[in-house]
Nanobody, 119 residues
Framework: VQLQASGGGLVQAGGSLRVSCAAS????????MGWYRQAPGKQRELVAS???????NYADSVKGRFTISSDNAKNTVYLEMNSLKPEDTAVYYC??????????????WGQGTQVTVSS
């Protein structure tokens, strides 16, 4: 199982960005997909997650500004980020709770994508 993140980049405060993450490989079922972020000198924190039934969860710091969605047919999760603030600057990592066809269920991580918000 591999996760490939894309998107991100540099944007001014108040702007918008979208990051995507596609899972590929021998996947029987994806239970949860989501995004963490890690800013310099800070611990990795959960930004948002979405379970297979569509229920979403957000960090308080991004509620009302970020929207997570998924395309189950494509095993892809999206994070639409609006009203971005400089404090949203971080490396964003996607993850997935995956049940592969021929190995135990586990958590898989993407390579990380940089989001930089200038003031």
């Amino acid at each position: 199982v591999q996760l490939q993140a894309s998107g991100g980049g540099l944007v001014q405060a108040g702007g918008s960005l979208r990051v995507s993450c596609a899972a590929s490989g021998s996947i029987l079922r994806i239970n949860v997909m989501g995004w963490y972020r890690q800013a310099p000198g800070k611990q990795r924190e959960l930004v948002a997650s979405i379970i297979s039934g569509g229920i979403t969860n957000y960090a308080d710091s991004v509620k009302g500004r970020f929207t997570i969605s998924s395309d189950n047919a494509k095993n892809t999760v999206y994070l639409e980020m609006n009203s971005l603030k400089p404090e949203d600057t971080a490396v964003y990592y996607c993850y997935a709770d995956v049940a592969p066809w021929s190995s135990p269920r586990g958590y898989y991580w993407g390579q990380g994508t940089q989001v930089t918000v200038s003031s």
